[in-house]
C-alpha cells in the first residue's frame, strides 16, 4: 500500500471515527472500531517517514481507541 494511500485513509477514517463518536447514536460505538483502523494506517505511515513524536502519538491513540472499544456496548 502506498504510503499517500495510507495518510490519507487513515485521516479520512479517523474524520468518519469523530462523526460517529460525536452522533451519540446508534452507531456510535462503532467510532472506536473506525479510530482503530486509522490508527493502523497511521503508524504504519508514521514509521516510514521516521517521524517519532507523532507516531508516538498514534500509538497512545491506540491504547485509548482499544479502551473505548472494551468499553462499548456492541
Do not use: P, R
Request: a neutral charge; charged letters at 5%.
Amino acid at each position: 500500500m502506498g504510503l499517500k494511500v495510507l495518510e490519507w485513509s487513515g485521516s479520512v477514517i479517523a474524520l468518519l471515527g469523530s462523526f460517529l463518536i460525536a452522533t451519540h447514536g446508534t452507531w456510535a460505538d462503532y467510532g472506536f472500531l473506525a479510530y482503530l483502523v486509522s490508527n493502523a494506517c497511521l503508524i504504519v505511515f508514521f514509521a516510514q517517514q521516521k517521524l517519532y513524536g507523532v507516531l508516538t502519538m498514534q500509538l497512545g491513540f491506540t491504547v485509548s481507541s482499544l479502551y473505548g472499544i472494551l468499553n462499548s456496548q456492541f
